[in-house]
């Protein structure tokens, strides 16, 4: 929880002591956590959403996914903008051109996708119902 300061001395007056919160809440295990526990985000001033040791996790079920279903096939299209490698190359993060999928909560593999779907259907948390309304949105049914 962040506060702002100046505000709640403008409110309470200058005796107040204004409690400081030097954390977050991860978004991964909810946990709040200091933000010594976050790295900072590349490119950014500011802490990944993530804390170190979930974000550490990722990576090794990441990395065991990737070594146990190698890389996409030849060819491959992304199922979801149906871009080539061609297409989706260096339009993401890492030096991949595709990004392992997998479902967070039991970590099955999906397949492949490229980083811009990949982080689409994250941001929706992978939930199908948001999805159909965020369709149901866009064909001005709602």
């Known amino acids: 929880?962040?506060?702002?300061?100046?505000?709640?001395?403008?409110?309470?007056?200058?005796?107040?002591?204004?409690?400081?919160?030097?954390?977050?809440?991860?978004?991964?295990?909810?946990?709040?956590?200091?933000?010594?526990?976050?790295?900072?985000?590349?490119?950014?001033?500011?802490a990944r959403p993530e804390c170190?040791?979930?974000?550490?996790?990722?990576?090794?079920?990441?990395?065991?996914?990737?070594e146990l279903h190698?890389?996409?096939?030849?060819?491959?299209?992304?199922?979801?903008?149906?871009?080539?490698e061609v297409d989706v190359r260096g339009k993401g993060g890492g030096t991949s051109t595709w990004v392992v999928d997998h479902c967070h909560e039991v970590g099955d593999f999906r397949g492949w996708l490229c980083h811009s779907c990949n982080r689409a259907i994250g941001c929706f948390n992978d939930d199908v119902p948001r999805l159909k309304r965020a369709i149901n949105y866009l064909r001005g049914k709602l």
Do not use: W
């Open 52 to 66: 170190r040791s979930c974000a550490n996790d990722l990576a090794r079920e990441r990395r065991s996914l990737r």
């Open 70 to 84: 190698g890389d996409a096939p030849e060819g491959y299209q992304c199922p979801i903008c149906l871009g080539t």
């Open 1 to 46: 929880m962040e506060f702002d300061t100046f505000q709640l001395a403008l409110d309470l007056g200058d005796d107040y002591e204004v409690p400081v919160e030097d954390g977050k809440e991860c978004s991964k295990c909810n946990e709040f956590l200091p933000l010594e526990s976050f790295s900072k985000a590349s490119g950014g001033n500011y």
